[in-house]
């Protein structure tokens, strides 16, 4: 078997090959432990190359199938978009590969050679986060949201480290065997198959240790409502003649739902279809506010929230009303509470293209002939905000949608002093497909680096929550209709990660500087 994998030389075929086992990997896909013979393959891919050009030209097929079968779904919501992110996502994963494959060649040693490579894909991953093109969907690590008992000690690295060990194990686990074909010994007893099983064999056992030991006793509890309207974003209004009906119907639901205890309650991206305006507040507006009076609770809802500039410097890019009034419009989650006070977090992470023009505060300086706050989108949020009970004991985000998946957001949230975390979402521009799935597990990962319940309401699917061991503690059927009560446990101690962050990402980026030197200066 050793012999035929080695005598296969064909760059295509093994890197479609890594491709479908990368895919297969992901969500709804029970199979995370793909990704190590997936990068295996990837490796060998690397080894018969010659040059950082011919290595990123090959592994674009194998890129490419992966982003197809795992982010398919794109195209439901915008085809050219979904197709054009799949594509850059495919390119920008290639010219990563290639550097890899230079270190691979150009630095000595068994061990570090694979280590640097490593390092590289999550430096690429974590910078991938933090800019305008930002997709983390196909992070490595969130593979693994399924199995969430072998991920435990994010808690510590953040979910990155998850990355590198699928990374780094199948490197060692490459070069055993490469050592075993050459030599005639079993692949088994090399020192790199060694190392691979050990490291990865112990990241399990000290998962498990983590998971044993961890106090997940409670500091108290809150009583959360989480609507699922189910509207048709497919259709204006969600289907309805007019934004008031969807409002009445969904209040009326919620009068059947609404306890003495209940404390806050949340509702899904979109939920409200008018616009919320900082200036205005309409009839729906005043609806709810009389509903977070008669219950007596929080009312937090997903909006389109209209921000006037009238005593301060409007940002660079924005728009003006008929009347010349500076304003943007935010993809935002408002807090209604009982005593007519009302708050507002605008969306920090918004999708590229579909929500935002990326980079468009920085193209605003072209001496282009474009009024940018036109085709930009929606305003970009930059501040957190919590969302607490009426008696202001407890305290939660509501983080929105795409905001979910990327861990610095959620961090701060609970740095600021989150009891647990909420995701308001709307996943139904995917319709029934991998993508909102996907959505629900990602959050598992969210629950175990900050060790707090996370509660989803999302519009058609899935909502429910999940405990701070990232356990899925309740999920709804994706296209139904319904409200619940949730008892949500709420925690006040700070993990590692909450304290420092990124630290072991920066670790990363530190090491595949040093690699890159290595690699650059051998070449000269």
Known sequence: MMQLFFDFRNKWLLSVFAGLLLGFSFSPFPFPFLLIPAWVLLYRLADLCTTY?????????????????????????????????????????????????????????VFLPGFAAAAMWVTYEWLHLHWDLAWPWLVLANAWAMLPWAVQYIEYTGFLSVSFLMVVCSAWLYNGLKTAHESGSPWIQTSGAKLAGGVWGGSIVLSLLILLTTDFETDDYVHAVVAQPNYDSYLPTGGYNDNTTPLLELTAKLDTVVTAQTEIMFWPENALMGRVDELVRSYNDRHIFGKAEEWGVTIVTGAAYFKYYIDEEPPRVHLRDGSGRAFNFFNSAVGYYPNGERTVYKKIRLVPIVERMPFATALSYLPLPINWGEITGYGKGRDMQLFHTPDGTWSSPAIVCYDSVFPAVVRRSVVKGADFVSVITNDGWWGNTSGHLQHYDFARLRAIETRRAVIRSANNGISGMILADGTAHSKTEYWTRTAFELKVPVYTRQTIYMRFGDWFSVLMLIVSVAGLAVVFTKRK
């Open 53 to 109: 050009r011919e290595a990123a030209y090959y592994s674009y097929a194998g890129m490419l199938v992966w982003n197809i079968i795992t982010t398919y779904w794109l195209a439901m919501a915008t085809l050219a978009g979904g197709v054009a992110a799949i594509l850059a996502n495919s390119a920008i994963m290639s010219l990563v590969f290639g550097l890899m494959a230079l270190a691979l060649k150009r630095i000595r040693g």
